[in-house]
């Protein structure tokens, strides 16, 4: 019997060392499609992608993708990309062509297409032409030095889809089994539970060490943990009392430092279309009203000094961040950051002193959804903790939990009901580019609020002068600043343990979540 079962446990020995293991704590919908797609997605489906543009993973530049090279004409109307030659589909569905690529960005245009950068297309592109099946130039209805950005790895949302795979076995078959182009195939999964993976030999941006991926969605931090200690699980985000637990297990830390900027969206700071819109909340206030809008900044100054930002960062982040003096998606590299703006003091009494000034002297009501956001993976926590704070000096808190997969939509659409929550945002190349898309009342998102800085956005989106652009970058970054929309928390480092099947891992600079799986190497 032993000499039977001998080759069979080998079999399974070499099966499971060539197999990776990623625990994602949270993933969105789980839509594969460009024009659908939002970063919550990205721990799962890029893998499955090329991205016109990648990253360098230590500075976050650019460097060619899909797109060997790219350029700018007609004073940046005009964006001409030339293609690699040769890039195949997965399955035997073909080179990727031009084609594609105008295909995937026009799907931009339907009505209900929700993904990141739809509503940027829909608003500013005027119609894209492929002169060949490698060169792919897209006209726009204004200058736009953005447009690199949009196609970028993890930034962008442009994972280039097969058009001939999608008009044949049509959406519902394609979002459950999606064909890219990347350095693994997909194979199979269970919606909510798993997905599996199988590395594409021979790719021509890095064929992976591990010949097998299994991304798995376990909300639970214990799980996870379990799951690495066990040796069923090799890559998962650990925090809190976890990562502690992690190191006294032996477990190494792989980690990215200050990759996540946290703060509280105080909902309902939009504008009269939306559904969302409160001007009579104690933190939004009436437009053209002076004295309801003071009073409202005041109420937002009181969420922010009621809130101790350091027992956050000790007894939940365990000292891996910092207390970053400004959030809102301006980093410390990007151009144009201040050093004199500072995290919000924890102040209580004067919390309490500016409530009464602005007439709420006793509180209000509020609801907060204290789930686990794709960068937030401690988003209970963290808003629990805010919320303990908050009732400390008067606040009645609701606690209205509700998963990702229906509260994300609803955010977007600004039908959440006024409910706030921790969002950690993730980098961009310029800050005015999340902006753009997070606060103006033609974005795709409400993470902020919506419609009050339309013009600064649009002048600095004008200008092409990237030093004059970073100047107005920092004069938005002032107003936004002092106008306390969103309640600061500072900035945490994102921490992973792995597996000692592990070795070598490239993640990307500045981005919390979870990427470059093919570049995974085995442990020696």
């Not at 080998?10 to 839509?31: C, F, H, I, K, P």
């Not at 005009?78 to 084609?99: C, M």
């Not at 009621?306 to 207390?323: F, P, Q, T, Y």
């Not at 907060?368 to 805010?386: F, I, K, S």
């Amino acid at each position: 019997m032993a000499l039977s079962t001998a080759p069979l446990a080998a079999r399974r020995a070499a099966a499971a060392s060539d197999r990776l293991v990623v625990a994602v704590g949270q993933w969105g919908t789980e839509t594969p499609f460009a024009w659908r797609s939002v970063q919550a997605e990205k721990p799962l489906w890029d893998c499955v992608y090329d991205p016109l543009i990648v990253r360098d993973p230590k500075t976050f530049g650019y460097r060619p993708g899909l797109a060997t090279e790219w350029k700018a004409s007609n004073e940046m109307r005009t964006w001409t990309f030339k293609l690699r030659s040769g890039v195949k589909f997965h399955e035997g569905w073909g080179e990727l062509t031009a084609e594609d690529v105008k295909w995937t960005v026009e799907q931009s245009f339907k009505p209900d297409a929700l993904g990141g950068s739809a509503y940027y297309f829909r608003n500013n592109l005027e119609r894209i032409e492929t002169p060949d099946k490698l060169t792919v130039v897209m006209h726009f209805k204004s200058r736009q030095w953005i447009v690199p950005s949009l196609f970028t790895q993890y930034v962008g949302y442009q994972n280039v889809t097969s058009r001939k795979y999608m008009e044949t076995v049509g959406d519902q078959k394609a979002a459950m089994h999606p064909i890219g182009s990347g350095p693994y195939r997909h194979v199979e999964g269970k919606q909510g539970d798993f997905h599996r993976f199988e590395a594409v030999p021979g790719h021509w941006r890095k064929t992976p060490a591990f010949r097998e991926l299994v991304i798995r969605r376990i909300p639970e931090p214990a799980t996870r943990l379990a799951g690495l200690r066990a040796g069923e699980i090799d890559i998962a985000q650990v925090f809190g009392d976890y990562l502690e637990q992690a190191q006294k297990a032996g477990l190494r830390i792989h980690e990215t430092p200050n990759a996540a900027q946290y703060w509280v969206i105080l909902t309902g700071q939009t504008t009269p279309d939306r559904e969302d819109y409160c001007p009579a909340c104690p933190w939004a206030g009436e437009p053209g009203n002076a004295r309801s809008l003071e009073n409202a900044r005041k109420v937002r100054i009181a969420l922010n000094l009621a809130v101790d930002k350091k027992a956050i960062m000790k007894g939940l982040w365990k000292n891996r961040g910092s207390e970053t003096p400004y959030s809102y998606y301006y980093y410390p590299f990007n151009r144009g950051y201040s050093s004199d703006w500072k995290l919000p003091p924890y102040d209580p009494e004067r919390a309490k002193k500016l409530l009464a000034e602005a007439g709420h002297g006793g509180g209000f009501d509020v609801r907060v959804n204290p789930y686990v956001q794709l960068v937030a993976q401690d988003g209970p926590d963290v808003m629990e903790a805010v919320a303990l704070d908050w009732e400390k000096v008067g606040l009645k808190v609701k606690r209205v939990p509700e998963a990702t997969s229906s509260f994300g939509p609803k955010m977007r659409l600004r039908k959440s009901n006024k409910t706030f929550s921790v969002y950690g945002s993730p980098p961009y190349d310029e800050p005015v580019a999340g902006w753009e898309r997070v606060i103006h009342s033609k974005a795709a998102f409400n993470l902020l609020l919506d419609g009050t800085y339309d013009e600064d956005i649009d002048v600095a989106m004008r200008e092409l002068d990237p030093d004059k652009r970073a100047r107005l970058t920092h004069d938005l970054g002032q107003k936004l600043y002092d106008g306390y929309h969103g309640v600061m928390l500072g900035m945490k480092s994102i921490t992973w343990a792995v597996s000692r099947k592990v070795g070598a891992w490239t993640t990307l600079a500045y981005v919390p979540a979870e990427t470059n799986y093919e570049s995974v190497t085995p442990n020696p």
